[in-house]
């Protein structure tokens, strides 16, 4: 199983490295780019709970979760997102492949260990501004990840505690070109910031009977606020466009911008829900983010305020026949959620804000509860007032939660 696994995660990474960048936003250029992960493709599909976890599948949003694990579990996801861009003006339509997060689980009695990597926001745009004889164009790439050792206790059989250690790494580059009408000559802005720095995530879960067939389940993290350390650079370029319409510079200078301390705002997120163990789930979130204390790399920004974010999300599965193992579809699992986000970002005077919609299906494979994971989603961000842009996105989701057994005596050799 863990060489089949490996194998696998080879061929994922490698395919990527040629795949496109990890979103096509144009709010990517705020802060440090648009959160990329909002779950595992098993809680995603329930809107992104992460109060609800059981003993086959991981939960890397609450680490308190891991304790609860049986079986060591790989997983890996990846996702396709089509996305439509709208302003009051215009259409066009934009496409990303990317891998969601790797990731190893391992049981050890009261403790649960895990570790993995995860690509956490990204960074992607294509913009062009006209007006007044003058063509600016606004690129920008990039992300945070964050490599993560998430460790879990079981105090009681219903309650456990757990804690997140992330390495976050990354860098964005942003790109500022202009051309003014009747000039040859034109110039570029390159601002690059690389970001290095350690967060911490606190998780607490309880899960406990209230009647023979009820369970209810409860769950509560918390992010402090943390200083990363980013290191700026700027190159201003100016440019003439060849006869075969590439741009070549012809001066560049490094400006000296002076490194700077950013700061990643604080979380608290608590939610509940209560179902039928191996039937049926429905639970509810809510997330609050001082975003309002966010602070930018090595430029200013015109007309944004960062205010504080809430996401409100509502989910849950079903399972027709967990035991049904004369009919394969009894024990598919179906989940499905809705969630609403006030993003903390304020442009031009107007809250930028996502709905979306999931729905996704658990189907069994192979032996020990191992599973594929598929999700899609469909949803809203932003408005075309004041001159900004709505995104009404698609994505699906894929993931592989492999289960395996260590150290299991053989009977025979």
């Known amino acids: 199983m863990l060489k089949r696994f490996f194998i696998a995660c080879m061929l994922i990474t490698t395919g990527f490295t040629v795949a496109q960048q990890g979103t096509t936003s144009p709010y990517s250029f705020f802060g440090i780019g648009s959160l990329k992960f909002k779950g595992t493709v098993e809680n995603r599909t329930m809107g992104g709970l992460s109060v609800f976890s059981d003993s086959i599948h991981l939960n890397l949003q609450n ?49 649960g260990a895990a570790f993995g990597l995860i690509p956490y926001t990204a960074s992607g745009y294509k913009l062009q501004n006209e007006q007044s004889g003058s ?149 509810g979130e809510y997330t609050s983010q001082k975003t309002s204390n966010f602070t930018t790399t090595s430029f200013e920004l015109e007309n944004v305020v960062f205010e504080d974010a809430s996401k409100f999300k509502i989910g849950g599965y079903y399972i027709p026949n967990f035991n049904g193992f004369g009919s394969y579809w009894k024990r598919v699992v179906y989940r499905a959620g809705v969630r609403f986000e006030e993003a903390g970002l304020q442009v031009n005077g107007e809250s930028i804000n996502e709905f979306g919609m999931s729905f996704g299906m658990g189907l069994p494979v192979g032996r020990l509860f191992s599973n594929v994971n598929l999700g899609f989603e469909i949803g809203r961000r932003g408005t075309t007032n004041a001159g900004l842009v709505k995104e009404t996105f698609f994505n699906t989701f894929i993931s592989l939660s492999l289960n395996d057994r260590w150290f299991e005596k053989r009977l025979y050799d």
């Open 135 to 283: 063509t600016t164009q606004y690129e920008g790439f990039g992300g945070l990840n964050k490599a993560f050792f998430q460790l879990g206790y079981q105090i009681t059989p219903e309650i456990s505690l757990g804690l997140d250690a992330n390495y976050n790494f990354g860098n964005i580059e942003n790109r500022a070109t202009n051309f003014q009408d009747g000039i040859q000559l034109g110039t570029r802005e390159i601002n690059r910031a690389t970001f290095l720095g350690f967060s911490f995530n606190l998780g607490a879960q309880y899960q406990g009977m209230v009647t023979e067939d009820l369970q209810f389940s409860a769950g509560a993290t918390y992010t402090p606020e943390t200083d990363f350390t980013a290191e700026n650079s700027r190159l201003l370029a100016t440019l003439t466009i060849l006869p075969s319409g590439t741009e070549q510079p012809i001066d560049i200078r490094d400006i000296i911008v002076a490194d700077t301390e950013f700061t990643f705002p604080s979380q608290f997120t608590a939610g509940a829900g209560i179902g039928k163990p191996k039937k049926w789930f429905v639970g």
């Open 63 to 111: 680490p308190a979760a891991i304790s609860r694990l049986r079986l060591v579990n790989y997983s890996l996801a990846v996702s396709h997102k089509f996305n439509s861009l709208e302003t009051s003006e215009e259409t066009q339509q934009a496409t990303t492949t990317t891998l969601d997060y790797l990731a190893i689980g391992i049981p050890m009695g009261k403790f």
